[in-house]
């Protein structure tokens, strides 16, 4: 290597062996052989001067100068993927893969969207990771993050898509046997089917300016499975208004305390900075961006 070189051979090797931990499962990652991946990683040492991984028969770790380097190589690819998705926006055509994270409570309301969108742009393909875990758009090579909550990453380019809200349903057959709450006060006489977040914590209830913790009958760490509760007649679940819209509307969900619906977070769509003119990533967006209620 010459000093004007500016990324020694076998970048993507070595961050794919530090990633998943080992020669073979770089080799799957790239689609290359292991004695590929392993060449790779020795020219890249031998180009740095520097050993980068300890490897034994049955593990592969990183030295000290491999650790420090993984950081600079990660943002060395990325700055690589941007350029080459850049030069491929200079063509107006929507196509190659949508790489998109999302909360399991928003994969109804996004799967709703892509028949529309694959109809647009036959030439598209879309992949989804559903989680509850905060992605991280660098590392996992997302072109689109979308999170509902505060935001903590001013590195991202955010979009703010829409204000939902709070609703209490159940099903009409929960409420002919157990009969609908008045007010707040009655959900203590009542079966409640609650969210208990990533975090460990159940959600708290915030009915119009009051917050409540009432017991839960039902807890649940996935949210659609709220949704399902509710329509079995389990009891009353606390949800966001676009998970229960087409429910409501066919009457097979039925809202309660409609008077003490709440806002909830706002929800983001984030990106990499400069992806957001991709035309895969552009045309996302502006699907999310018609479909999105205006903000309250």
């Known amino acids: 290597m ?23 499962g770089a080799a799957a990652r790239l689609g290359l052989s292991p004695a590929a991946v392993s060449k790779g990683v020795a ?10 991984l300890e490897r034994s ?22 700055a690589l993927a941007s350029g080459r ?32 969108l694959l109809d647009r742009h036959p030439r598209l393909r879309v992949a989804l990771s559903v989680t509850d875990r ?16 505060d935001l903590d990453d001013s590195a991202l380019v955010a979009r703010r898509l ?3 809200r709070w609703v209490c349903v159940a099903s009409p057959a929960y409420l002919a046997r157990h009969g609908a709450p008045d007010d707040a006060a009655d959900l203590s006489g009542h079966r409640l089917l609650r969210f208990r977040g990533p975090d460990g914590q159940l959600t708290p209830w915030r009915m119009g300016e009051r917050a409540v913790d009432p017991v839960a009958a ?18 009353i679940a ?27 977070p706002p929800l983001h769509a984030l990106t990499l900075p400069g992806r957001q003119r991709v035309p895969r990533v552009r045309a996302m967006l502006d699907l999310l961006a018609e479909t999105s209620e205006p903000l309250r």
């Open 218 to 235: 039902v807890e649940v760490d996935h949210g659609p499975a709220l949704v399902e509760g509710a329509l079995a007649g389990l009891g």
């Open 162 to 164: 829409r204000a939902p």
């Open 238 to 264: 606390r949800v966001f208004d676009f998970m229960v819209a087409g429910l409501v509307a066919d009457g097979r969900l039925v809202p309660v305390l409609p008077a003490l619906e709440g806002p909830g």
């Open 134 to 149: 905060q992605a991280e758009l660098v590392r996992e090579e997302l072109d689109l993050a979308l999170r509902l909550g």
């Open 43 to 52: 020219r890249l040492e031998e180009a740095l001067g520097a050993r980068l």
């Open 2 to 24: 010459v000093d004007s070189d500016p990324i020694p051979p076998g970048v993507a090797h070595f961050v794919a062996v530090a990633e998943t931990g080992s020669f073979r």
């Open 57 to 78: 028969t049955r593990s592969v770790s990183l030295t000290d100068a491999g650790r420090a380097w993984l950081e600079h190589s990660r943002r060395a690819l990325d």
């Open 85 to 116: 998705d850049l030069v491929r926006a200079t063509s107006e055509t929507v196509q190659g893969t949508l790489r998109l994270s999302l909360s399991p409570v928003l994969s109804p309301w996004i799967s709703s969207l892509l028949p529309r």
